[in-house]
C-alpha cells in the first residue's frame, strides 16, 4: 500500500490559528491510519501599538513563534486534526525567533518526513497515555 500525502490550506490546530500568518496542514494516510503534521506561526498581535499599519508578533506558546504539531484525525469526512490524540516526534517542533517561514518550512518538511518514515517502518502512532481511542470509556 501506498504512503498518501494531501498537502492542505488550512490550520490543523492552534485556537488563535486564523491570526497566523503562517501555517502548514499536511494529511499523510497509510493503511488505515491518518495523521495530520500541522505547522503555525508568525501569530499577529493585534493589540500591539500601531496595529495594522505596523506587525508586531505575538508567541504561540512558551517563547517560541512556530511550532508543529501531530495528531491523529478525528475520522470526519475532513481528516481534520483530532488535537486530544496528538503523538511524539523526535525532530525539533518549535523556533524561537519570529519571522523565520524558510526555518518553519523545513522544520515541518522534517516532521513530515519523520512520520512518513514511521508509517512505512510499522509505527501505527499510539497517541499520549490517556489519549487512546475513548480514553477508557466505555
Same mark, same amino acid.
Given at each position: 500500500?501506498?504512503?498518501?500525502?494531501?498537502?492542505?490550506?488550512?490550520?490543523?490546530?492552534?485556537?488563535?490559528?486564523?491570526?497566523?500568518?503562517?501555517?502548514?496542514?499536511?494529511?499523510?494516510?497509510?493503511?488505515?491510519i491518518?495523521?495530520?503534521?500541522?505547522?503555525?506561526?508568525?501569530?499577529?498581535?493585534?493589540?500591539?501599538?500601531?496595529?495594522?499599519?505596523?506587525?508586531?508578533?505575538?508567541?504561540?506558546?512558551?517563547?517560541?513563534?512556530?511550532?508543529?504539531?501531530?495528531?491523529?484525525?478525528?475520522?470526519?469526512?475532513?481528516?481534520?486534526?483530532? *488535537?486530544? #490524540?496528538?503523538? %511524539?516526534?523526535?525532530?525539533?517542533?518549535?523556533? !524561537?525567533e519570529?519571522?523565520?517561514?524558510?526555518?518553519? /518550512?523545513?522544520?515541518?518538511?522534517? *516532521?513530515? #518526513?519523520?512520520? %512518513?518514515?514511521?508509517?512505512?517502518?510499522?509505527? !501505527?502512532?499510539?497517541?499520549?497515555?490517556?489519549?487512546? /481511542?475513548?480514553?477508557?470509556v466505555?
Amino acid at each position: 500500500m501506498d504512503l498518501i500525502r494531501t498537502e492542505r490550506g488550512w490550520h490543523a490546530h492552534y485556537i488563535c490559528g486564523s491570526r497566523c500568518m503562517w501555517h502548514r496542514n499536511t494529511l499523510l494516510e497509510y493503511e488505515d491510519i491518518k495523521l495530520v503534521v500541522s505547522s503555525v506561526g508568525n501569530m499577529i498581535d493585534y493589540h500591539a501599538p500601531g496595529f495594522p499599519n505596523k506587525i508586531t508578533l505575538n508567541t504561540i506558546g512558551c517563547d517560541r513563534h512556530f511550532e508543529t504539531m501531530v495528531f491523529h484525525t478525528d475520522r470526519t469526512k475532513f481528516n481534520d486534526a483530532d *488535537v486530544t #490524540k496528538q503523538i %511524539s516526534v523526535e525532530s525539533n517542533c518549535s523556533i !524561537k525567533e519570529g519571522w523565520k517561514e524558510l526555518e518553519a /518550512e523545513a522544520m515541518h518538511e522534517a *516532521v513530515v #518526513k519523520e512520520v %512518513s518514515e514511521g508509517l512505512l517502518a510499522g509505527n !501505527k502512532y499510539i497517541p499520549y497515555r490517556g489519549q487512546e /481511542e475513548n480514553n477508557g470509556v466505555e
